[in-house]
């Protein structure tokens, strides 16, 4: 959330000079709240002036002086509910506008205006046409996803066999690169949230449609993010604590209401999925170093798995609604013949940390500073189980197990249909 200061000094800038990402946020109405609060509250400072006038008159009020108090009476009371109404409207506003993007971030309104900043791998030359991973993965009789749908619907898939052994693989290797080489602390979280927890990293009110919610209020957490980031919510940690750096894997839910009619096929966009994510907590003034090293954190991922990607800066108009500025990691799938997201490395700023009251003190007495968050997808399991089936398969539609993955998966070196 950004600071109603801010917005009042602001507001008509960001909307002239960033529409693409302003444009429809409420930000308009949030100009026109905060007039009409100003003018009210001038109005009760007024009324509430003259009132304090008259009751300090000396002697007994006359008779004009008593109808004229209980006229204010009257007014003070309509002002007041006015303001708070104000108040209450303005709030509903602020929860609804976007963060700020970094002056480095690139302009355009939609992914066509995304940058691409590096590449790394090569995409390989088969010597045959690749399927794609919903073509392979019945076909070696790993994933089912008639059996997903049966079980509970579309964007669903039942893993079996290799590809489930695969995915423990995967979450153990991730864990422990994170952990052990990396320097994150490893946490497992509750894999459901509060409204507070989902208010807090930005996913409501804005983004409720997108969640799972149960019979008594809780939400099924689309991310880790979510319960890891307000770990720290309501703290003033020491400045000595920071930077704090998490890893996690939970299972995530997300309803994709959003995303009508993309992706729908295979595993790319499911309603639940495995993923490890990292976060960190840092100081204001060391959170762009951070993004850049919580990026490379997550391609090292890819790289051991010698998986080709390439690393886009989102554009305005496609950042996400908290972030401030978007690394998107995406990876080659030579079956779809495209790129596809495979991480996205996030810095908030003070945007979440506001939301969730995370703060910190620089020394003892001074006054306590929102920290800057961040977090990334490190990595989603079951994109890259498609990233793997897809450029490690054969001609013969076996699939070769990556190097990197082997001693996790007790020295299996491929994958074949069974019997």
């Known amino acids: 959330m950004l600071p109603r200061d801010f917005l009042r000094e602001n507001a008509a800038r960001l909307l002239e000079e960033l529409p693409e990402r302003f444009d429809g946020t409420g930000l308009e109405d949030f100009v026109r709240l905060d007039r009409e609060r100003r003018d009210a509250v001038t109005k009760l400072e007024e009324k509430r002036r003259r009132r304090n006038e008259l009751t300090s008159i000396p002697g007994k009020p006359s008779p004009e002086a008593l109808a004229e108090m209980k006229g204010l009476k009257e007014e003070i009371k309509a002002l007041e509910q006015s303001v708070d109404e104000a108040d209450r409207m303005l709030a509903a506003v602020e929860t609804g506008v976007p963060n700020v993007p970094d002056p480095d971030v690139p302009r355009g309104r939609d992914e066509s205006a995304n940058r691409v900043e590096r590449t790394w791998g090569s995409p390989r030359d088969f010597g045959f046409a690749p399927q794609a991973h919903w073509d392979l993965g019945p076909a070696l009789g790993i994933l089912d996803f008639e059996r997903g749908a049966k079980l509970a619907g579309a964007r669903f898939t039942v893993l079996s066999g290799a590809a489930a052994r695969l995915s423990r693989a995967l979450i153990q290797f991730f864990l422990d690169v994170h952990v052990d080489d990396q320097g994150y602390r490893e946490v497992l979280p509750p894999f459901l949230a509060n409204a507070e927890s989902l208010f807090g990293t930005g996913q409501l009110p804005k983004f409720a449609a997108d969640l799972f919610q149960t019979t008594n209020g809780y939400y099924l957490i689309p991310t880790a993010e979510v319960p890891v980031t307000n770990l720290h919510r309501d703290e003033v940690l020491a400045a000595a604590d920071l930077p704090l750096r998490y890893a996690a894997c939970t299972p995530c839910f997300r309803s994709e209401a959003g995303a009508a009619g993309r992706d729908t096929r295979g595993m790319i966009r499911q309603h639940q999925f495995d993923k490890v994510e990292v976060v960190m907590l840092v100081r204001p003034e060391d959170s762009p170093g951070a993004l850049e090293t919580l990026t490379a954190h997550n391609e090292e991922l890819l790289q ?24 998107d990691l995406e990876v080659w799938l030579p079956g779809m013949n495209a790129y596809k997201e495979i991480s996205s490395c996030s810095n908030f700023d003070a945007f979440q940390a506001r939301r969730a009251s995370i703060r910190f003190r620089r020394a003892e007495g001074e006054k306590p500073e929102f920290v800057h968050t961040l977090n990334g997808s490190g990595l989603p399991i079951g994109r890259t189980i498609v990233a793997i089936l897809e450029n490690y398969q054969r001609a013969d539609g076996s699939v070769a197990i990556p190097e990197v993955l082997r001693p996790y998966m007790r020295g299996q070196t491929e994958i074949r249909r069974a019997g």
């Not at 496609?318 to 401030?324: C, I, Y």
């Open 304 to 327: 051991r798995l010698e998986l080709p990607y390439r690393v886009v800066s989102l554009c305005t108009g496609d950042l996400g609604f908290a972030s401030a500025r978007t690394y």
